[in-house]
């Protein structure tokens, strides 16, 4: 095996020899990364308890495992295995969890958005309605601190499927250094779209180049949808199902709005050809035209809080969220703030909110509805939520103390959006949701970039796309 | 081991004793097992990731499938859906425009700058421009889509600055469906040539000087070298090139996907992308599957004719 050539020594390997090195290699390298090829490394994979599958990365698993371990004290003989999931926004989310049921190895519970919500009531989701009938006077207390608008987000033909844990309306954030400059102050609660349009004349005016006075996002939150509440339209059809009522005369009899709760919403048809539609949109292809606002671009707006807080934008729709992300981009308390959305016909918001869904798969479902009670505590929600990085559910959370270090001055605005609008909607999310929301933002662009003629013809064939999807006509 | 085996068999005939039945070659048979086990990992892994995948695609045109409910036997109802769906034709149109115009400049960028860089310049400069052209190619395509996407932004984009230094306006990069297809492209040609490209500084290396020497003593200029010299003795590499840009180009889907989501409207919707939002979107995974099916032979069928092509075009030596 080994020689001397030249004074030095070589070691001449054989074929043989060569092979079975390169087997025991093999072979050593499988052993040693079996855990990783057959995905037992996991976390909650084969290991009993209660898997719950996060939007998110492994920081944001590791920020909840601390409810985890308070959660496994209360209840030593249910485990419970973080599970995030990177995903691109929350259709990505979804998408991955779909392919972990196809691969027949779903969690137990999911934390789903209202982009979510009804995908998951109509195909994977528990109702939840008997386990609130038996806990109700556990759940009281929290119902009175969520408002119902809240919950009816995660109502589905009469049954609700969730607990909100976090939510966010879209309110107007407002960049105060570049208000003032425009020799402006904080506008009124009460502001129209017409003074919307005067303040971002007077920043456009009072800034150089290279200044956007309104930067918008083309997605389902933040983007058109807005614009298209605050008109007392959408693109799709809106109405309520039947039912509810047991939720309601339970836990909201006092609710100002009660009349008008149902069983959750139904948007099943496309609205796109409405004239208000055409209105909002038309306001919005004014405003590009002027150089008031950008043609919105696709994607989450990653840069946008560099932007704002550079001084580069004067205002954004974005929810309580921002505080915390503006903060951490060097933006002091009073450097920005927030208002209502802006009056057009109407003020009404648009909201998104979040929370737990138990899987119709659940091995051990009352050991789920644990955990979705445990999440909903005041105790647990601060736990899960230290910072203003959302907006909790509970009233009760959002105080001067949550906003103490990041602002804005007027926090209050975003709780009071529900009071003050209590016709504020969620996002506008059947089960078709994905198809919906991609018709929707492959039109909004060409709609707002040209002429008036144009913006109907992409309405036309947004309508097109939307019968297409959900099949009406 | 051929020519042993010949040896063997010629004495075997040349003997006295009549001609025995030949024994089968124990060393051949173990040979072939090598063989075997040396490609099993390979064959294993195709037909798992490859060949089960198509047959299973295959199977699943012909069903209705949302992953969470059975299948449904639909016959051609999705190969009918896909032909009366105005985005999936746009999606392939788009697509073929695309692989038209990217693999053209890909191939053409490729070549010249393989030509310029094997003329007169030294070893190490060329090692630096082979590195450097090469380099985008081992990038994230998504990563690279996130990052032209931030450097073409309208508002605020370093080219559009950049254009302004000039005193021209802003190009709304993004957000117009002539922007936008050129964005797609000048970020795919820019991630993508250099795999071109050093086919081609293969190809160059392997053209015999002495050829270039006889063109220039019959008087050959530089544009007629490359004409009557290069061109012809670089069309198998050529061929090859255009092939796999070709069939790469087909496929494209992180550019688009990325920085424009195929928008505005559908202008830079792919099909792939059009594959990919019918299945993990709108969870349709048998239309997903016949859109792909229709995909995977259009990309058969312009290969097929790239070789019945080359057969007029490329000159083997």
Request: a negative charge; glycine letters at 10%; zero cysteines.
């Amino acid at each position: 095996m080994t020689q001397h050539i030249g004074g030095s020594t070589a070691t001449n390997l054989t074929r043989r020899g060569l092979l079975t090195l390169g087997g025991l290699g093999l072979a050593g390298v499988t052993i040693g990364s079996w855990p990783r090829l057959t995905g037992n490394d996991i976390p909650g994979r084969d290991a009993g308890g209660l898997t719950v599958a996060i939007l998110g990365n492994s920081a944001d698993a590791e920020g909840r495992r601390v409810l985890a371990e308070d959660f496994h004290r209360e209840f030593p003989e249910i485990n419970v295995h973080i599970q995030a999931i990177q995903g691109a926004d929350w259709k990505d989310f979804f998408a991955k969890i779909l392919t972990m049921v196809a691969a027949g190895n779903p969690p137990d519970i999911v934390y789903v958005a209202t982009e979510g919500a009804q995908l998951f009531a109509e195909k994977l989701a528990e109702p939840l309605d008997e386990y609130i009938r038996r806990d109700a006077d556990e759940l009281r207390e929290y119902f009175d601190d969520v408002h119902p608008s809240l919950v009816e987000a995660f109502m589905y033909q009469g049954s609700l499927f969730q607990l909100p844990i976090d939510w966010n309306a879209a309110d107007m954030y407002l960049n105060v250094n570049t208000l003032h400059a425009a020799g402006l102050d904080r506008p009124a609660d009460d502001w129209t779209q017409d003074d919307f349009t005067e303040m971002l004349r007077a920043m456009k005016k009072s800034q150089g180049a290279g200044f956007t006075p309104y930067y918008w996002t083309n997605r389902l939150f933040g983007g058109i949808v807005p614009w298209l509440y605050n008109n007392d339209t959408s693109f799709l059809t809106e109405r309520k199902a039947p039912g509810g009522d047991w939720l309601w005369d339970a836990f909201y009899p006092d609710d100002p709005a009660r009349s008008t709760r149902g069983g959750g919403f139904i948007w099943d048809g496309s609205n796109a050809l409405d004239e208000s539609v055409f209105e909002s949109f038309d306001y919005m292809r004014e405003l590009v035209a002027e150089g008031l606002g950008v043609r919105p671009e696709g994607g989450g707006g990653t840069s946008l809080v560099g932007l704002f807080s550079s001084g580069r934008v004067g205002a954004t729709p974005a929810g309580g969220y921002w505080a915390q992300g503006l903060h951490e981009a060097g933006m002091g308390s009073d450097d920005f703030d927030v208002q209502f959305f802006p009056r057009n016909r109407t003020q009404r918001h648009q909201f998104g909110t979040a929370g737990y869904a138990i899987m119709r798969t659940a091995q051990n479902k009352d050991a789920a509805w644990e955990w979705v009670k445990f999440t909903a505590r005041r105790e647990s929600m601060e736990l899960a939520m230290p910072a203003p990085t959302t907006t909790p559910t509970r009233r009760s959370m959002v105080n001067e103390a949550f906003y103490a270090e990041t602002g804005p001055k007027n926090w209050p605005v975003f709780y009071e959006t529900l009071d003050r609008f209590p016709t504020s909607g969620p996002i506008p999310a059947p089960p078709e949701q994905a198809a919906v929301e991609n018709a929707l933002i492959k039109n909004v662009t060409n709609a707002v970039s040209g002429s008036s003629r144009q913006t109907r013809s992409a309405l036309q064939s947004l309508d097109s796309d939307l019968n297409l999807v959900l099949g009406s006509s | 081991m051929s020519s042993k085996m010949s040896r063997r068999s010629a004495s075997g005939h040349a003997g006295t004793t009549p001609p025995s039945r030949p024994k089968p070659a124990p060393r051949r048979r173990t040979n072939n097992l090598f063989a075997w086990v040396l490609l099993a990992p390979t064959i294993v892994g195709m037909g798992i990731f490859t060949i089960v995948p198509i047959i299973g695609s295959l199977v699943l045109a012909f069903f209705r499938w949302d992953i969470i409910s059975r299948p449904e036997f639909v016959g051609l109802a999705n190969f009918a859906d896909i032909a009366l769906d105005p985005t999936v034709r746009v999606s392939f149109l788009n697509t073929i425009v695309f692989v038209i115009i990217a693999v053209t400049l890909q191939l053409g960028i490729a070549l010249v700058l393989a030509s310029m860089i094997q003329e007169r310049l030294p070893d190490w400069l060329r090692v630096f421009f082979r590195s450097t052209f090469f380099f985008p190619l081992v990038l994230s395509a998504a990563s690279v889509s996130i990052f032209m996407g931030y450097l073409f932004n309208e508002q605020f984009g370093v080219v559009n600055w950049l254009i302004g230094l000039v005193g021209l306006a802003p190009v709304p990069w993004l957000t117009t469906p002539a922007g936008a297809a050129a964005v797609v492209i000048i970020v795919y040609v820019w991630q993508n040539f250099g795999f071109s490209f050093l086919l081609f500084v293969g190809g160059l290396g392997n053209i015999p000087k002495e050829v270039y020497e006889a063109a220039e003593l019959d008087g050959a200029s530089g544009i007629k070298k490359f004409l009557n010299v290069t061109m012809p003795l670089l069309s198998p590499t050529t061929l090859v090139a255009s092939v796999m840009a070709v069939i790469t180009a087909l496929q494209v889907f992180d550019q688009p996907y990325v920085l424009t989501r195929g928008g505005p409207g559908d202008s830079t919707r792919s099909a792939v992308m059009v594959v990919f939002e019918s299945a993990f979107e709108q969870l349709e995974f048998g239309r997903a599957s016949a859109i792909g099916l229709v995909l995977m032979l259009l990309i058969m069928a312009v290969t097929y004719v790239q070789f019945q092509l080359s057969r007029r075009f490329v000159f083997y030596q």
